[in-house]
């Protein structure tokens, strides 16, 4: 069985922007827990979920945030496991505050990030981190890009019928 992934969001207001990553782990089988943990608010509640991930079963954490989006950093600060952050887009600058939040981040304390709102994206990361130690995950991935490719062609197929 694949480690968990954990889904740590900084808001409920971030819930459904993260739906669509909530719905790519279950495709792929993968279990997960979705907890919202404030970088700001509770701290102490961040420090404990992310010291404690490894030991809980967890193999990759994403956190989701907008505005200042320091939550990914926190989590990241407090474990050796991959976080990956999703920018959520705000009124305020469409996301880019939260981006740069996060990619900006200090010597020693990585984060992945994908684009604003990525949140399948994040999961699709995820499921590729974990499928370095779990074959049938990775066979899972290459029959994901292979259904995607059949789409593709399938679409160019139906192009070239088009009247232009």
Same mark, same amino acid.
């Given at each position: 069985? &694949?480690?968990?992934?954990? *889904? ?13 990553? *909530? ?8 279990? %997960?827990? *979705?907890?919202?943990? &404030?970088?700001?608010?509770?701290? /102490?509640?961040? #420090?404990?979920?992310? &010291?404690?991930?490894? #030991? ?15 939550? /990914? ?24 505050? &939260? ?14 990030? *994908? ?18 130690? $779990? ?8 029959? %994901?890009? $292979? ?6 062609? #399938?679409? $160019?197929?139906?192009?070239?019928? #088009?009247?232009?």
């Amino acid at each position: 069985m &694949s480690k968990k992934v954990a *889904v740590i969001m900084g808001s409920d207001s971030d819930l459904d922007t993260m739906r669509p990553c *909530v719905k790519r782990l279950k495709k792929f089988g993968i279990p %997960f827990e *979705v907890h919202i943990i &404030s970088a700001h608010r509770t701290p /102490a509640a961040a #420090e404990q979920f992310a &010291s404690g991930a490894r #030991e809980n079963g967890f193999g990759v954490i994403i956190a989701a945030a907008g505005k200042a989006a320091h939550l /990914a950093g926190v989590l990241a600060a407090y474990t050796t496991l991959p976080v990956i952050g999703v920018p959520i887009k705000t009124s305020m600058m469409g996301g880019l505050d &939260s981006l740069l939040s996060m990619v900006q981040m200090p010597k020693g304390i990585p984060v992945a990030c *994908v684009a604003v709102d990525g949140a399948k994206n994040a999961a699709i990361l995820a499921a590729q981190m974990l499928a370095l130690s $779990d074959e049938e995950l990775a066979g899972k991935l290459a029959e %994901f890009k $292979d259904k995607m490719a059949e789409e593709v062609m #399938e679409k $160019d197929q139906k192009m070239q019928t #088009e009247e232009f």
